[in-house]
């Protein structure tokens, strides 16, 4: 009896999510909301149609679809496309989640609902629908748009913040209250969980399929496939995380083997067919007398996601340094909720953890912004030119500087890839260095302090003090304000200016959170508020030479012991060699030449305006050349500068030169540093004009050990630039200025023939 209701109650879900989905194609609907329509006329709750006779049993199979779509989503991550939305998409999805999260807090706080009915529905609305933005899109032809594939691109962030988030609010409602430090403690677990078999997915999997590629048919294809989702779903909970992650690390892990394709293919009828009855048995949930009676928080929140997504996506869209027209489109089409507000408002009720109304509610507001979103798409642009009309001038004025129409394509280049990782990389290891501080301090070191000075408060305040003194330098790390990615990308275009304010704003806040952490164990004032006071400190960081020189020296010690044996074994190659290509083909030169008859400047003046980071190693007139000119020398019309910088440096300065009227770029081919040094004679320049770049070693009892480049004295007394520097083997090219010199330090200078005999004489060479 039991199979044949299960059976009759499958058959009566396809039977009505056909008819409706039919009905729902016919009226250009997406399917997803037909789904939830069949589900509610075949519940109990509308007496009119058959009912299922068993819902605990769709119940379940519902969670199956939840695990097929998980893994569907994860057969179409790769890092490969995430590095590809570039930073635009990036901004755009951690502004609108971390704005909605807290919208819908606020919205559930004002009406009186429980904390974590308030948390939830925050985490609900903060995620738009990639199904239903997908299908509209393909409809109306404009998946190709410049403002759709930024949409995407955000959908891609969002769908992988959903994931983290899920875990965020399984662990806040296992322990019935919001807990920080457990929090993080998850989320780092997670991280280490996600890196181990993304290990495993790119050196194990890959090789094995490629091996057996040959025996592999369709039918054993998606057995395999299938199989490995189910076992990564049954790890998954034995280690303490939902279904949804594992089944979603399966499918990225299969994503990255040559079989992707096909695989995709062949699971997305399974995962169709879960996923309707997951669909189908969410709008059994739906019940018409609580939506009677929730009416007016339905419409609230059904207003609260429209308007506020609306608003949070351009937003976030001018942020990322898109055109208003681009912001306008992407914003009207992201008004809608969808999947992931499902699965989380599932996993609330499965947990027990939120009120019986939640459900029903979202699934209202789903099914109504999703109804509108087609009539948002189709009005978007009749919005952007009412409001470009009445728009005042200098508001016009400031977007065209601040932003570009051509941002997706230039936030996919080479460059803004290196940023994004470098940024990841530095903040996920420092975020991870700060929790470990954190977690040290306050849970071992605070308790014997306490214990030893015998007093709660007094040992709470020195914990925090030195706490913080470690975290201090992290955050610096993490901050890498010096890079030359960001000059670069910086001085590229003015578009890019928002969006890399606001990612270095991000990981200010990151710095500002942990040490408000740290402060909350003194203090009882709200956490918000420790924020805003912990970020008065950050100012000085991003300030402070002495900290930047000491977190340099950490940075470099770090990767000196991290990569000794190669660090050793490319000098010894250089000694036998007796080459130094690390730095002669790291560094290049290139020169312009004044074209403008009036122009007369110092140095000092035409490079603060144009914001150089490289250094002006010489400069060629009719009367002869100057070398290593100071900053007070002047320049004039017809002279010719050379400068010297790495390549980021050089190509930034390159764009700075494009639109400059007074330059003209006079080189077709940057040269490296070492033909530049070997071209000298044969571009006839004379003995006493030439440059000369010579190695010196720091003995213990030099004046320049514990000093910094800009305080060292070098330039002033031998003329002489710092351009490199060798420590304990581990090579770094152009230096921070900040850079504390130590003992045994082998310096690379550049500079004029005067320069060798002062390091003679001065003892500091060998003749």
């Known amino acids: ?200 997915g790119i050196y194990l999997i890959p090789t094995i399929i490629k091996k057996v590629t040959g025996l592999l048919n369709d039918e054993l294809i998606l057995i395999v496939a299938t199989a490995l989702c189910l076992v990564m779903v049954v790890i998954g909970n034995l280690i303490g995380f939902s279904s949804a992650l594992g089944a979603f690390l399966a499918g990225s892990i299969l994503a990255g083997t040559i079989q992707s394709d096909r695989i995709r293919y062949l699971v997305k009828p399974v995962k169709d067919l879960f996923g309707s009855i997951f669909f189908v048995s969410v709008g059994m949930l739906i019940v018409p007398h609580m939506l009677a009676e929730y009416i007016v928080p339905i419409i609230i929140i059904s207003v609260v996601v429209i308007l506020g997504q609306m608003t949070c996506s351009v937003l976030g869209i001018l942020l990322s340094g898109q055109s208003l027209h681009t912001a306008i489109r992407g914003g009207f089409s992201m008004v809608q909720i969808g999947e992931f507000s499902f699965i989380v408002a599932t996993m609330g009720m499965s947990l027990g953890v939120i009120s019986d109304h939640l459900y029903p509610i979202i699934v209202c507001v789903s099914v109504i912004t999703a109804f509108l979103t087609p009539l948002f798409i189709k ?188 660090l050793n074994e490319a000098k010894n190659d250089r000694i036998r060699d007796k080459t130094h290509r690390w730095l002669d083909e790291s560094l290049y030169v290139a020169e312009f030449e004044i074209t403008d008859p009036d122009f007369y400047k110092t140095i000092f003046d035409f490079t603060k305006r144009r914001d150089f980071v490289v250094t002006i190693i010489r400069i060629i007139r009719k009367e002869g050349y100057v070398n290593m000119p100071s900053a007070d020398e002047y320049i004039k019309y017809g002279d010719v500068l050379q400068m010297l910088g790495t390549k980021h440096e050089v190509d930034a300065c390159m764009f700075l030169l494009e639109n400059d009227e007074a330059i003209r770029y006079t080189e077709t081919e940057d040269k490296t540093l070492k033909d530049f040094m070997y071209g000298q004679r044969f571009e006839g320049v004379p003995e006493e004009g030439e440059l000369v770049c010579v190695p010196i070693i720091l003995k213990a009892d030099s004046k320049f050990i514990r000093k910094s480049i800009r305080n060292c004295g070098l330039r002033q007394a031998f003329g002489a630039t710092i351009i490199g520097i060798e420590r304990e083997a581990l090579p770094m090219v152009s230096p921070d200025i900040d850079t504390v010199l130590a003992k045994d330090d082998i310096l690379w200078l550049i500079g004029g023939s005067l320069m060798v005999n002062k390091l003679i004489r001065s003892g500091l060479m060998d003749k």
């Open 379 to 566: 009005n978007a642009e009749k919005a952007y030119k009412f409001i470009d009309k009445r728009l005042p001038d200098k508001a016009k004025k400031a977007l065209r500087r601040n932003t570009s129409e051509n941002q997706t394509r230039d936030s996919v280049d080479n460059d803004w890839n290196q940023y994004i990782k470098r940024v990841c990389v530095r903040t996920g290891a420092c975020s991870s260095i700060l929790f470990l501080f954190y977690w040290a301090g306050t849970r071992h070191m605070m308790p014997r302090l306490t214990e030893a000075v015998g007093s709660q408060m007094t040992g709470n305040i020195l914990s925090a003090a030195i706490i913080i003194l470690f975290m201090l330098p992290v955050i610096n790390v993490m901050f890498d304000s010096n890079t030359t990615l960001f000059y670069k990308l910086w001085v590229k275009h003015r578009s890019n200016h928002l969006p890399l304010i606001t990612m270095r704003a991000l990981r200010a806040l990151i710095g500002a959170c942990f040490l408000a952490l740290v402060l909350r164990k003194i203090f009882l004032i709200p956490y918000v508020i420790l924020v805003l006071i912990a970020a008065i400190p950050i100012i000085f960081i991003i300030r402070s030479a002495w900290l930047n020189g000491v977190t340099i020296a950490m940075e470099k010690r770090f990767v000196a012991n991290f990569s000794e044996r190669t």
């Open 1 to 200: 009896m039991q199979l044949e209701s299960l059976v009759a109650d499958l058959a009566l879900i396809m039977a009505a999510s056909a008819v409706v989905t039919i009905i729902f194609r016919k009226l250009k609907q997406p399917a997803v909301l037909g789904y939830i329509v069949a589900g509610f006329l075949i519940s109990p709750n509308f007496e009119y149609l058959p009912t299922v006779v068993d819902q605990a049993d769709i119940s379940t199979w519902g969670d199956i679809g939840v695990i097929f779509l998980m893994f569907g989503l994860g057969l179409e991550f790769s890092f490969k496309k995430l590095g590809q939305v570039g930073g635009s998409a990036f901004t755009v999805a951690v502004t609108v989640m971390a704005l909605m999260i807290l919208v819908g807090a606020g919205v559930g706080a004002l009406m009186g609902w429980s904390k974590m009915d308030c948390i939830f529905l925050g985490g609900m609305i903060s995620m738009s629908s990639t199904m239903i933005i997908l299908k509209s899109f393909e409809e109306y032809d404009l998946i190709r748009e410049r403002f759709a594939q930024m949409v995407l691109g955000a959908l891609v962030i969002e769908d992988i913040g959903g994931i983290f988030m899920i875990v965020i609010l399984a662990t806040i409602s296992v322990g019935k209250n919001v807990s920080g430090v457990l929090m993080v403690q998850q989320i780092i677990i997670m991280l280490v969980y996600l890196v181990a078999w993304i290990l495993i």
